[in-house]
Antibody, heavy 121, light 106 residues
Framework: EVQLVQSGAEVKKPGESLKMSCKAS????????IGWVRQMPGKGLEWMGI????????RYSPSFQGHVTISADRSISTAYLHWSSLQASDTAMFYC??????????????WGQGTLVTVSS | DIQMTQSPSTLSASVGDRVTITCRAS??????LAWYQQKPGKAPKLLIN???TLEGGVPSRFSGSGSGTEFTLTINSLQPDDFATYYC????????FGQGTKVEIK
C-alpha cells in the first residue's frame, strides 16, 4: 500500500529540540519530492519545505527557512522535520506530503496522518 | 512569493446547491493550480490538479476552471459529504495555499 506514516504526537517545552519522522512505503522513495505542511490550531495550511530524496535538493518557504531543517534517509525511506529550539508558536499539526509526479514538484497527492506537536512550559 | 487569495472565507449552502469558490494568484501560475478538501480532524485530500483534472475517485460534481491568475472550484448539487473546508494551492513557484473556504450547512 502506498502510504506515509508519521511519528506520534509530541509534548515539548520551549527551547527543546524535536525531530519527527515520516516513513514512506509502497513507492520509489528517492523519486518523489516529499515535504511538510503546518496547520496551526483552527487555521489553514502552510507549506514549510520539501526535499527530493534522490539528490537531497531541499527548498524552504521563506517563513520557515532557518527555523526548521528537512532531511531524508533513502536507506529507510524516511523523511524528517527537525527543530533545534522549539517555541510555543510551533504548536500545530504537521503533515508530511508527497508530490504526485515522480521527479517533478507537483501537487500533493499523498498525506501522512499528521503529527500533533504541543509546546508548552 | 506568490500569494493565493480565496473567497469567500465561509460559504453557507444547502444540499443540492451549486457552490463556487474563487482563488486568485498574485501573479500568473499557468496551469499549476490544485484544490484540496479537508474535513475536521483529517488530513487534506487532493481533489483537482492542473486547474481541472480530477483525481481518481473524485465525484464528477466537482470541477475546476480558470487561467492565469483567476481560478474557480465548482461543486454541482452539493452533497452532505461535501461540507468541509477547501483550499487552493499554486505549485508554479514553490508551493502556496490559499487561506481556505469553509462550506457549511445553511
Amino acid at each position: 500500500e502506498v502510504q506515509l506514516v508519521q511519528s506520534g504526537a509530541e509534548v515539548k517545552k520551549p527551547g527543546e529540540s524535536l525531530k519527527m519522522s515520516c516513513k514512506a512505503s509502497g513507492y520509489m522513495f528517492p523519486n518523489y519530492w516529499i515535504g511538510w505542511v503546518r496547520q496551526m490550531p483552527g487555521k489553514g495550511l502552510e507549506w514549510m519545505g520539501i526535499i527530493y530524496p534522490g539528490d537531497s535538493d531541499t527548498r524552504y518557504s521563506p517563513s520557515f527557512q532557518g527555523h526548521v531543517t528537512i532531511s531524508a534517509d533513502r536507506s529507510i525511506s524516511t523523511a524528517y522535520l527537525h527543530w533545534s529550539s522549539l517555541q510555543a508558536s510551533d504548536t500545530a499539526m504537521f503533515y508530511c506530503v508527497r508530490s504526485r509526479v515522480p521527479n517533478f514538484p507537483d501537487a500533493f497527492d499523498l498525506w501522512g496522518q499528521g503529527t500533533l506537536v504541543t509546546v508548552s512550559s | 512569493d506568490i500569494q493565493m487569495t480565496q473567497s469567500p472565507s465561509t460559504l453557507s449552502a444547502s444540499v443540492g446547491d451549486r457552490v463556487t469558490i474563487t482563488c486568485r494568484a498574485s501573479q500568473t501560475i499557468r496551469t499549476w493550480l490544485a484544490w484540496y478538501q479537508q474535513k475536521p480532524g483529517k488530513a487534506p485530500k487532493l481533489l483537482i490538479n492542473k486547474i481541472s483534472t480530477l483525481e481518481g475517485g473524485v465525484p464528477s460534481r466537482f470541477s475546476g476552471s480558470g487561467s492565469g491568475t483567476e481560478f474557480t472550484l465548482t461543486i454541482n448539487s452539493l452533497q452532505p459529504d461535501d461540507f468541509a473546508t477547501y483550499y487552493c494551492q499554486q505549485y508554479s513557484s514553490m508551493w502556496t495555499f490559499g487561506q481556505g473556504t469553509k462550506v457549511e450547512i445553511k
